[in-house]
Every structure is written in structure tokens, then in C-alpha cells.
């Protein structure tokens, strides 16, 4: 009897934010896929068997979920945020891809709430016009990509949001995107750090380009660039809808 793969988003971190249909997919799942830290916020029960792994075998994790739900196994891949941004979804559809042998496994994305949705609700509304969302990580594209859709971007006045904009083993490219970022917008344009979002340590802070530095993202920072018409209103940071 062949089981099922649902890639489920677990949200930005608290567990009101949890959907549920993915609570659930959860509830009813014999295994449960993923990323250590996102692993640990699936709630043990007898019946279920956890099965955390590092995040450089997204690849490895994917058919492994697809093997065990070809044998029966009800698989549950978590991401945090949504599964399609920056996660595990396009994963598991390469893993198919590369395995026709296991294209019978029925698999359902469930989406969540990605990161950049919680931070701008919790800041106003930053993205209330056109944007987009760019990957800073140059773990699976080369950082030359990242600098023409920076500029691209900032050239058509899209707000944008950065996923994965620091980490231990690139700590300077931060500054570099800043360095663009001020060769293409004026030094007046708002820019949102919103830290851990939605969990006790959320912490969110609005500095104009000229201010920014590039200590204020790392790796639990999803950073909002608003357009040219971003503004303030008492505390709120928005983007109108005309603009
Ligand atoms: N699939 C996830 C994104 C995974 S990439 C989603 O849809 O949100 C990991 C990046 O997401 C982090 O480096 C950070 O930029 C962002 N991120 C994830 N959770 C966050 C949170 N609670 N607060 C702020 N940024 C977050």
C-alpha cells in the first residue's frame, strides 16, 4: 500500500500561526521530515517517529520521505514559514524528478505563513504594493545572480524581502547587498529587521538605508525594503497602494 508525502509550512514560530490543516496533517502522521530546529517543534506522540536531519541534505531528506511513504509511511515534511519559499517543497518535486520510480507517492503542498508576511503584519503594512522576495543565500546560486536581481529590483521599485540575508559562513555579504542597495535607491528608503518574528524573542527595527548596518540581519532576520514611497506613521511602517 503506498502512504503519502504532505510537505507542510509550520509558520514563522508561534503556535497560534500553525494552520490547521497542517495541525491536522501533523496529528495523523506515522513520520515526520526535516530540518533539526523545525523537527524539535512537532510535539512527540506515540506512533510517530521523528526524523530530524542537517540542513545541507534538503536532496537526501526528500527521497528518504518519498521512499518510507512508497512503503505505506503517512510523511509529513516540515518547513518553517511556507514549504514553498526557500524550502523543502521544490526539494521533494527534484527528488521526484530524479526518482520516476516513485512518482506514484501522492504528495500535497500545505501552506503556512512565511516570514515575510509575519514581519510585515507585525511592522504594518511594508509590502501593501508590488514587491518581491530574494534569496541572499549563495548556497545554490551564485552571488552575481543575487546583484542583478538586486539591482533589477530596486530599479523597477518593487519593496523586497530578504530571506537568509547572514550566516556564519558568509558574514560580510550583508554588507555588499547594502552597498547595492545604496548605489541604486536614495539613502532616505526604510528598512525593516524583523528578528525571530512571532516568537518570544521577536524584535523588529526600522532604520533608513543610510543608518543600516550590517550587523542588525543574521540568519533569524527577514529584512523588509520598503519602495520609494515607503513611509511612516506613528509606529507603523506602510506602503500605499498607488504607489
Ligand atoms: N520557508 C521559510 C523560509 C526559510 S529560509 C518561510 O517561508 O518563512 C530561512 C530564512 O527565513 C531565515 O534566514 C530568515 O530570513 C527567515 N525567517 C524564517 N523564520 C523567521 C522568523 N520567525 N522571523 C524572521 N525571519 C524568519
Given amino acids: 500500500m503506498t502512504g503519502t508525502v504532505i510537505i507542510a509550512g509550520l509558520g514563522p514560530g508561534a503556535a497560534e500561526k500553525v494552520t490547521p490543516e497542517v495541525a491536522a496533517a501533523l496529528d495523523q502522521a506515522t513520520d515526520v521530515v526535516g530540518y533539526i530546529p523545525y523537527v524539535a517543534r512537532v510535539v512527540p506522540r506515540p506512533g510517530l517517529t521523528l526524523h530530524p536531519s542537517d540542513n545541507r541534505v534538503e536532496l537526501d531528506r526528500a527521497t528518504h520521505a518519498l521512499e518510507m511513504a512508497a512503503k505505506g509511511a503517512r ?29 506514484l507517492v501522492p504528495v500535497t503542498v500545505l501552506p503556512g505563513i512565511t516570514a ?9 503594512a511594508p509590502l501593501g504594493h508590488d514587491f518581491c522576495a530574494i534569496n541572499l543565500s549563495d548556497n545554490l546560486k551564485p552571488f552575481a545572480l543575487v546583484d542583478r536581481r538586486l539591482r533589477l529590483a ?14 556564519k559562513s558568509r558574514p560580510h555579504q550583508f554588507a555588499r547587498v547594502l552597498e547595492i542597495l545604496r548605489e541604486c535607491c536614495d539613502p532616505a528608503r526604510l ?31 527577514v529584512v523588509l525594503v520598503g519602495n520609494s514611497a515607503t513611509r511612516r506613521i506613528g509606529p507603523y511602517i506602510y506602503t500605499p497602494r498607488s504607489a
Avoid at 509529513?76 to 524528478?97: I, N, T, W, Y
Avoid at 515575510?116 to 504594518?124: E, F, H, S
Fill in 75 to 103: 510523511v509529513v515534511v516540515v518547513s518553517s514559514g511556507d514549504p514553498g519559499v526557500f524550502a523543502m517543497a521544490s526539494a521533494v518535486f527534484e527528488a521526484l524528478e530524479a526518482r520516476p520510480d516513485l512518482a
Fill in 154 to 167: 530596486a530599479e523597477a521599485d518593487f519593496a523586497m524581502a530578504f530571506y537568509n540575508p547572514r550566516s
Fill in 116 to 124: 515575510m508576511l509575519a514581519a510585515a503584519a507585525a511592522a504594518g
Fill in 191 to 221: 528598512i525593516t529587521f524583523a528578528r525571530a518574528v512571532s516568537t518570544p524573542e521577536q524584535h523588529l527595527l526600522t532604520v533608513t538605508l543610510a543608518e543600516a548596518t550590517e550587523d542588525m540581519a543574521d540568519m533569524r532576520t
